[in-house]
């Protein structure tokens, strides 16, 4: 049985055709079902679903292709590129970097923001208002932005837009969406109890969905270049 239905496969055909101008790949680190029990091997719940979820939506679109890895028979790829756990889908940038990444399966209110992640590379990049491309201009070093999410929180797209246009706007961002109900490791570590919950550099964390200029405030405060304040929590 198809995830995306026939109804909504034909607007989403129509809409990559107005608007992807230019290839886009979705590179996935999955994991393939075994029935062998390998050591160490923690089965990935959550992977054949993705797979499929891609497998479906590349098909819409002669523009998106689909890149698929094993999580651990290409572990040296998997580890150049800073992937550390699965599922894991990667929308590769305009400039070959592959710093935009959505761990656990983007579906639910997470769909659309791989969708309108797609669209940005694939028509010119992200649009961003001129004080946040001055911002990000003084970013000189690496930024890691954890957003965590639940597929069924209206307001974490939000946020997860927000990290992820700094990211497919600067080398020295990297992005990622983390379903938290998949890796309740992170989620206790972090001590996520609301989602939207954003985390800077392991060291900056702030709750809600904020607009992309206040992510953007906060990721130089993370790195001392600026102090900016935060709505209240």
């Known amino acids: 049985m198809a995830i995306i239905t026939a109804e909504d496969a034909a607007t989403l055909r129509t809409l990559l055709e107005e608007q992807l101008k230019s290839d886009v790949t979705l590179v996935h680190y999955t994991q393939h079902e075994s029935k062998i029990y390998v050591p160490g091997v923690v ?3 959550a992977c054949r679903d993705t ?7 590349v098909e819409l679109s002669d523009r998106l292709h689909l890149e698929t890895l094993d999580f651990v028979a290409d572990a040296d790829v998997a580890a150049a590129a800073g992937v550390d756990k699965i599922p894991a889908t990667v929308v590769r940038g305009r400039d070959g970097g592959e710093r935009a990444r959505f761990y656990g399966a983007p579906a639910g209110y997470e769909f659309t923001s791989l969708l309108e992640d797609i669209l940005d590379v694939g028509d010119g990049g992200p649009s961003l208002p001129e004080p946040v491309v001055t911002a990000l201009g003084k970013v000189d070093q690496p930024v890691h932005i954890q957003v965590f999410v ?3 929180c209206p307001y974490c797209p939000v946020s997860v837009r927000a990290a992820h246009v700094l990211a497919l706007a600067s080398p020295h961002v990297t992005a990622d969406m983390v379903t ?9 570590r972090y001590q996520v109890m609301a989602v939207p919950k954003t985390v800077i550099n392991d060291t900056h964390h702030f709750e809600g969905a904020l607009p992309v200029e206040d992510v953007m405030g906060a990721v130089l405060h993370a790195i001392g270049k600026e102090a900016e304040q935060l709505p209240e929590e």
């Open 43 to 45: 089965p990935c719940a």
């Open 51 to 57: 797979r499929e979820l891609l497998g479906e939506l």
């Open 150 to 152: 639940t597929p069924t």
């Open 180 to 188: 938290g109900p998949e890796f309740p490791h992170l989620t206790q």
